[in-house]
């Protein structure tokens, strides 16, 4: 069946310093979503690409989606305190998330 | 503000009980979703429905079923609960459109 690989599962980093997270897929994926968990708190929603080579920035965040259709990027500049969680990226027609990569932050 | 509601935060049951994990959402999503979150294994896919009265397995269906007898509410039914049913059980709504998920608060279940 189809599966979201997701690396790194842990990323320590200090403030200020940048972040990636990488998510593969072994199927061609129509959209893919990412999603933020905070310690102790559910998912939510960040954003959703759909077309081919498609870049998306939120503030500090930039999301891309591979020209194939089968791999993202989630990449954060200049970490804070507040990018701490958990990043999880989900795709396919019954959104099959990854395993998650889990950011923390050194002050 | 929509939302998902898990009828149980905590939940601590025997091995061989039945256990119900009930969801409810006032966004009118005709999508539901269960996923169990282990660490490591990120959110898998227990059972899915996409309207009233339908449902479709997802990856790890064993063990559990589902009911949908109205639009707003989904339940995620354990026969009879084992420890390896021991996780944290989150419940999701989506439109057909978009798809994307909303969230309950999950439940923790502990299966002594």
């Known amino acids: 069946g189809q599966q979201v690989m997701q690396i790194p599962q842990y990323q320590h980093v200090q403030e200020g310093e940048d972040f990636t997270t990488y998510c593969n897929s072994s199927t061609t994926l129509s959209n893919i979503q990412w999603y933020k968990q905070r310690p102790g708190g559910h998912p939510v929603f960040l954003i959703q690409?759909?077309?081919?080579?498609e870049v998306k920035k939120q503030k500090r965040l930039t999301f891309q989606f591979g020209e194939a259709k089968k791999n993202s990027s989630l990449h954060i500049t200049a970490t804070q305190t507040t990018d701490v969680g958990t990043y999880f990226c989900?795709?396919?027609?019954?959104?099959?998330f990854g395993q998650g990569t889990e950011l923390s932050v050194k002050p | 503000d929509v939302k998902v509601t898990q009828s149980s935060r905590y939940l601590v049951k025997r091995t061989g009980e039945k256990v119900f994990l009930e969801c409810v959402q006032d966004m009118d999503h005709e999508n539901m979703f269960w996923y169990r979150q282990d660490p490591g294994l990120g959110l898998r896919l227990i059972y899915f429905?996409?309207?009233?009265?339908?449902?479709e397995k997802g990856d790890i269906p064993e063990g559990y079923s589902v009911s949908r007898e109205k639009k707003e509410r989904f339940s995620l039914i354990l026969e009879s609960a084992s420890t390896n049913q021991t996780s944290m059980y989150l419940c999701?709504?989506?439109?057909?459109?978009?798809?994307?998920?909303?969230f309950g608060a999950g439940s923790r279940l502990t299966v002594l």
């Open positions: 429905s996409y309207d009233v009265k339908m449902k």
């Open positions: 989900a795709g396919g027609g019954k959104l099959i």
């Open positions: 690409l759909v077309k081919s080579g």
């Open positions: 999701a709504s989506g439109s057909n459109g978009a798809n994307v998920l909303t």
